[in-house]
């Protein structure tokens, strides 16, 4: 891939956030910067197309609330052509977290997602879309 080099004009308000940015994330230079904020512009615009993508839902639960872990596997199984694998961590002696490793239309995914952060006991739930290569 061959990188082409052009000039940007940028308000100075502006350019402090973008250094900022850099700070934050802890790129090494302002082009990676905005390399990021262009790659993280497609992804959300091929989410909003639904388009393919892939992705995680990761889950924080209490894995003691009753019933939890079989309607969460159920709901996996009904959704068994999205998932692409599963991890299961014990973080304590009552909390488990969860990355299930996703692919599909992304609106499949967000309904998955959004059936299984929803469920009585989940503590904290979130997915995250990435575009397929």
């Known amino acids: 891939m061959s990188v082409k080099r052009f000039g940007v004009s940028l308000q100075e308000s502006t350019l402090r956030r ?9 790129f090494p230079n302002r082009s990676q910067a905005i390399r990021f904020l262009i790659e993280k ?35 996996q199984h009904e959704h068994h052509k999205l998932i692409l694998s599963v991890q299961h961590v014990h973080l304590d002696h009552d909390n488990c977290l969860e990355t299930i490793a996703v692919k599909g239309k992304a609106k499949e995914l967000t309904r998955l997602a959004d059936r299984l952060i929803g469920m009585k006991g989940i503590k904290h739930g979130e997915l995250l879309m990435t575009e397929t290569g």
């Open 41 to 75: 512009n497609v992804v959300e615009q091929k989410w909003e197309d639904n388009r393919e993508v892939a992705g995680a839902i990761v889950l924080v639960y209490d894995h003691h609330k009753r019933n939890l872990s079989e309607r969460s596997v159920n709901a």
């Open 18 to 26: 973008l250094d900022r940015l850099v700070k934050e994330k802890q």
